[in-house]
């Protein structure tokens, strides 16, 4: 497969915008039957209070926010909002918790319950809970578990612009767990976070150095969520988005490419160039975790205009991880790190936080 310089990426990005669009089309229409997308569901089984930093995460508890936070949904919760999105037409379902990481005990059997329940219902699972070990990749992979998401987010410059509560290694370290626990990767990241070109392009090569490379990119426009960080970022120009996916998908051509976050921005004409730009795969549903989606009545309307067909669930591949548990349990765990640097937004708004919430607590 060609590979691309970080150079190479930039001038791809930066090429006029049609000749970008007819280029990606084309390697598009190579891998992919552009007839077809991919519909994935994501549900917050366990939202807020996460001790992380992440400067455009409305869930951090450090941020004051108006997300609703709640431990972890019931079972039954999960199944019946999983049954409700395949009706809808959902091939996908991905259960995310805002964990820094996951940690053996009661919430993570309680995952694994999710994961096996949830296979049943004839669907692929993909999970995005934090950073796991290899061992925990495999016991999810055992649970019937198809895909784990962990977003490399940015660039390695840029990361540490972003988050101060881990490094850009440990998400490598989750990625590459991920892999040996036979887990497919979606890794992807987040536009309009004030980066520059160079960042996104970084990003890119990051995922496209990873080998396989992941088999799901999402690509995500920032939602800025008053009480963040980032609140004050600008709306990401729809050309922007359709450029980072025109880009992912030649950089990456076999790979699922997931126009996610940001799309209540982008009008269906929008959408529908991004498409056109190799984006194979969309999050259905009213809520991204915490931020707002497009509903799918409003998604079928928009497919039924453009003629896509969403995609069936992909052959099942699971049933071959039994015979590695064994030695994977008998391995340490992992220690992740807590670079800890001072990114003064995120202090800035964590400080406005504990302000706010001692005026609550007075009043
Ligand atoms: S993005 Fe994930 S890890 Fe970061 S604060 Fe939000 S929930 Fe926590």
Not at 143 to 160: F, M, Q, R
Not at 223 to 249: C, F, K, L, N, S
Not at 308 to 313: A, I
């Amino acid at each position: 497969m060609e590979t691309y310089s970080k150079q190479e990426i930039i001038d791809l990005y930066n090429l006029p915008l049609m000749e970008l669009i007819y280029r990606a089309a084309q390697v598009h229409r190579e891998h992919h039957d552009p007839s077809k997308i991919q519909v994935s569901t994501l549900i917050s089984i366990k939202t807020g209070g996460c001790p992380e930093d992440c400067g455009y995460c409305p869930q951090a508890a450090r941020y004051h926010t108006s997300i609703e936070k709640n431990d972890l949904l019931p079972y039954e919760t999960v199944i019946g909002l999983a049954r409700k999105a395949k009706e809808k037409g959902s091939s996908r379902v991905c259960m995310g918790a805002a964990w820094r990481n996951v940690k053996e005990g009661d919430d993570f059997e309680k995952v694994l319950k999710m994961v096996r329940g949830l296979s049943e219902l004839d669907m692929e699972v993909c999970c995005t809970l934090g950073m796991i070990t290899e061992s925990q990749a495999v016991r999810l992979a055992e649970a019937g578990l198809h895909y784990y998401n962990h977003n490399l987010d940015t660039s390695e410059d840029y990361y540490k612009e972003v988050i101060s509560t881990r490094g850009y290694d440990d998400r490598l370290k989750t990625l590459d767990n991920v892999r040996k626990g036979s887990l497919k990767v979606c890794s992807g990241g987040i536009i309009g976070m004030g980066e520059s070109i160079e960042d996104r392009a970084g990003m890119l090569l990051s995922l496209s150095k990873l080998h396989p490379q992941p088999e799901s990119v999402p690509i995500n426009a920032l939602v800025a969520v008053e009480g963040t960080p980032m609140e004050e970022q600008e709306i990401v120009p729809v050309w922007d988005v359709v450029r980072m996916i025109a880009t992912t998908r030649i950089v990456m051509p076999k790979t699922t490419v997931r126009l996610s976050a940001g799309r209540t921005e982008m009008s269906a004409e929008a959408q529908a160039l991004c498409f056109m730009a190799g984006a194979s795969s969309i999050f259905a549903g009213e809520k991204l975790l915490t931020t707002p989606n497009p509903g799918e009545d409003k998604d079928a309307e928009m497919f039924s205009i453009l003629g896509l067909t969403p995609t069936e669930k992909e052959k099942d591949d699971t049933g071959k991880f039994k015979i590695r548990r064994s030695r994977v349990e008998a391995e340490e765990q992992e220690k992740w790190s807590r670079p800890g640097h001072r990114i003064e937004k995120n202090v800035q708004a964590a400080e406005k936080a504990k302000e706010i919430r001692k005026v609550q607590r007075q009043n």
